[in-house]
């Protein structure tokens, strides 16, 4: 088959912080793509807002340098494992990935999911053992780790035999010695070996057109644009391509704008060929997984599969009484509209009606990937309610079962008896423990995805701040049967008011309070959590008796501790069944699904006679 040697394409894959965008920034630093003196953000491509914010990459994106004659197609994914979606997108663009390790940290879960889906499209693997300057980098035994990873990871001969080389992405140096004094001057050795390893596209001569839609973006002049490869054959500007959907229709349209990556531009182009990445302007309502074919020969590709969805939630019209204070979007048509414009860019998420006309499920990879989502329409305006996660069952076979995650934690080895005692209470069975006679051990455990939901909190406190924890999805196993989740309770708000300093300084002896004084509360919202396991109703509102003199309020709010904010992230990892949160552009705001406490107290009654709520 004819080979086009002046492409090269290629996905950067990792786990999350591993300096992927880091060294695609060194790419273009040295292909030439900044003037000397041009002031350029670190990690460039990470250009969203809450990707700048959280400092890591949600969206994959690709980019492209010139090597010699040769236009290298970069593919920056990112690592964190809920946005493994875009991973698994971002291979279909690509002939071969760079497969990047932290020379410390060593292979972590969703380098383990990043590697397996590398492996399973038959792509060759270039290892990069990144960080090299770490002063507690651990080179040869990594390179071993990523070896034993391949091995478990059932690859063949020919995959195991990749190449490494050894980077530092900070300062755009590589070498393909690992003696971490031996660094070249550039990336010179990285891109050689992109050069040699990675195959260029190939093609059939006498194909006709096939171009595939891996991703959507919207220009302000043109409006949408269709990411694609061309597969086979040249599309050229200006004439008319089959548009074949996914739901098997095939309709005529005209590629009125043609695009082509150089560095962080896209520039205009006449036609491209095949092994190019290229966006298309002309077809307003195109989706992702469809194809651009030959009109006198439309042969559609196989469309994109990805992982299922193991986690679901809620989202709904905000319906607290403090509704319609904050946010500009309110209704139930506007958010159902917005959602569904996310699932059009988003291949891993689905919209999923619920028995209310105000509500929809939003099934999703997992916790970030969804409060993502909901700080986004926060930032656009949006109110919203937003249920408890949940993890999404299966029934294989006639028995339930529930997604498992694969865990790997670092953390001193003093805390390995509470780390192993929370694993233990939710069912997680341990499948490794290395000492690296560091004083830190690494512990890997495989335990029931809805153990996770809320851990994080309890983890950080039980290692005072020091562990480390990482998840991916493992697979499906048969339901572990039922434990405990959250160890308390929640102080709830009895009525509606502004909170005082005299009621909270008496309630934060019960537990820590979410909410400071002069804060607008309702009947139903959650002011703290209990330090016991039931929740209980209180008065935040409750003033002073005029006749006591002798403390001032200025004493008071010096006794006062400081409120827990919540973020959106915590807000959605502690809430229990029963509770759900308040979204604005302003605030988030823990609740009661059932907001009287009246209606609360039958229920539990009920329940305790053995009743099921009406
Ligand atoms: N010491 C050292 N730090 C590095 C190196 N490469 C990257 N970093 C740092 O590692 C951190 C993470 O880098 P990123 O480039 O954002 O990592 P990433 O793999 O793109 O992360 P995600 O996209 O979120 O998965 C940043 O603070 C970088 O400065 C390196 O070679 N040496
Ligand atoms: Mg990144």
New binding site residues.
Partial sequence: MPLRSSIRNVAIV?H????????VDAMLWQSGAFRANQDVAE?VLDTGDLEREK???ILAKNTAVRYGDVKINIVDT???ADFGGEVERGLTMVDGVLL?VDASEGPLPQTRFVLRKALEARLPVVLVV??V??PDARIAEVVDEVYALFLDLDADESQIDFPIVY????TGHASLDPDPESLGPDLQPLLDLILEHIPPPTYDASHALQALVTNLDASPYVGRLALCRVVQGTIRRGRQVAWCRTDGTIERVKVTELYVSEALDRVEADEAGPGELIAVAGIPEVMIGETLADPLDPRPLPVISVDEPSLSMTIGINTSPLAGREGTKVTARLIENRLAAELVGNVSLRLLPTDRPDTWEVQGRGELQLAVLIEQMRREGFELTVGKPQVLTRTIEGTLHEPVERVSVDAPEEYLGVVTQLFALRKGRTEALVNHGTGWVRLDVVVPARGLIGFRTEFLTETRGTGILHHVFERFEPWHGEFRMRPTGSLVADRAGKTTSFALLNLQERGSLFVGPGTDVYEGMIVGENSRPEDLDVNATKEKKLTNIRSSTSDELVRLIPPRAMSLDQALELISEDECVEVTPLNVRLRKVELSGQSRQTAVSRKARGLAAV
């Fill in positions: 990792a999350v912080d591993h300096g992927k965008t880091t060294l990690r400092g890591i990459t990112p690592g964190h990047l990144n960080k300057d770490r980077c530092n992405a900070r």
